[in-house]
């Protein structure tokens, strides 16, 4: 017996008006974000214009991780890793003399190419032996940024030159979160995404009507690095140097944090999980230590009082306000 993908399902005209309605609805939420996403990139200065930078680029890259663990339900700590190696990769090849756009290209398809093989190695995995496979890559990875010094600078990381003039750069970084969101909500709505969904709910049953559940899950893996390296990519020419330290297998951990905090699946939980990771603990001035603390126990808050995330929350209030309206007329 095989399962039906929704998008295979004859639809009648009045499903197919409320799906184009809904895409039509996605796609005008989506400019609006990149509309908010430009001003605040441009306009804002100091700590809060570097914050919001900062979103920009952790929210492109946390779109992949919202394939993987929001869609799938595996939660994946290599998020951190494919950031770094995006970033490495693409400012290593700059610096080198390639042209900036040859640089990333390439950085995304190695990176891409690191996915599969993580992808290969983990997909027939489930549960914590996924996480604690993703997450010894993450740290194995982060001893490599560290230790090899002569490709990556060590410790101290390498100085990155500016491919793309400051402005320019701005406006890709929120072009690509606008691509990378309408790119998720398309996911969303394939027969991937459905696959997805039904292994986050019951992969056993899930494998029984005939969904390829670890092919699925490798699709998503592969994606998430594919993201992870373009977010990567940006933040290294907006930084202008990479460093071990911004990619240790905590940023990881924190970047599944984020996903968990917005809520799984969302088609804005990548925006929602930046601003409150990294807008708030930059905003606020936290020392790292004390920011992780602070973002455990919200997360955890969280976790026991809107298992939603912040944006499953409100759409469950909204749902409530809408049902309440309807039985008072």
């Known amino acids: 017996m095989l399962v039906k993908d929704a998008s295979t399902v004859t639809a009648t005209p009045s499903s197919r008006r409320a ?7 996605s796609t005008i939420a989506i400019v609006i974000v990149g509309v908010l996403a430009y001003l605040a990139v441009t306009l804002l200065r100091g700590d809060q214009g570097l914050v919001a930078v ?4 952790w929210a492109i890259s946390l779109t992949g991780l919202n394939i993987v663990q929001g869609l799938g339900g595996y ?10 190696i995006g970033a490495y990769v693409s400012s290593i090849l700059f ?4 042209s900036f ?12 190419g690191v996915g599969f093989l993580v992808a290969v190695v983990f997909s027939r995995t489930r549960g914590q032996y996924f996480s604690i496979g993703t997450l010894f ?19 101290n990381g390498l100085p990155v030159g500016l491919g793309l003039p400051l402005r320019t750069l701005l406006i890709t970084m929120v072009v690509s979160l606008v691509a990378a969101l309408l790119i998720f909500d398309a996911i969303s709505r394939s027969a991937v995404g459905n696959r997805l969904r039904s292994v986050r709910s019951d992969e056993d049953l899930a494998e029984h009507l005939g969904v390829p559940t670890a092919r699925t899950k490798a699709i998503a893996v592969i994606l998430s690095a594919f993201f992870g390296a373009w977010g990567g990519i940006l933040l290294a020419q907006y930084n202008g140097v990479v460093a071990p330290s911004q990619f240790t297998f905590m940023q990881g951990f924190l970047m599944f944090v984020a996903i968990g905090v917005g809520g799984y699946g969302r088609l804005f939980t990548p925006i929602v999980g930046a601003v409150i990771v990294v807008g708030f603990s ?4 936290l020392q790292p230590g004390v920011s992780q603390i602070v973002l455990g126990v919200v997360f955890i808050l969280i976790t026991l009082l809107m298992p939603g995330g912040i944006i499953g929350s409100l759409e469950l209030v909204m749902r409530r306000v809408h049902s309440r309206k309807l039985v008072t007329k």
Do not use: K, M, Y
């Open 101 to 112: 756009i040859s640089a990333a290209v390439v950085a995304l398809v190695a990176t891409t």
């Open 75 to 84: 939660p994946s700590i290599a998020q951190g890793a494919f950031f770094g």
């Open 54 to 57: 900062l979103v920009v680029a």
């Open 282 to 285: 930059q905003l606020l001035h």
């Open 95 to 98: 610096n080198a003399g390639w």
């Open 137 to 155: 890559f993450g740290a194995v990875t982060a001893l490599v940024f560290s230790n090899e010094a002569q490709v990556t600078g060590g410790p």
């Open 19 to 25: 799906r184009l309605r809904e895409r039509s609805t």
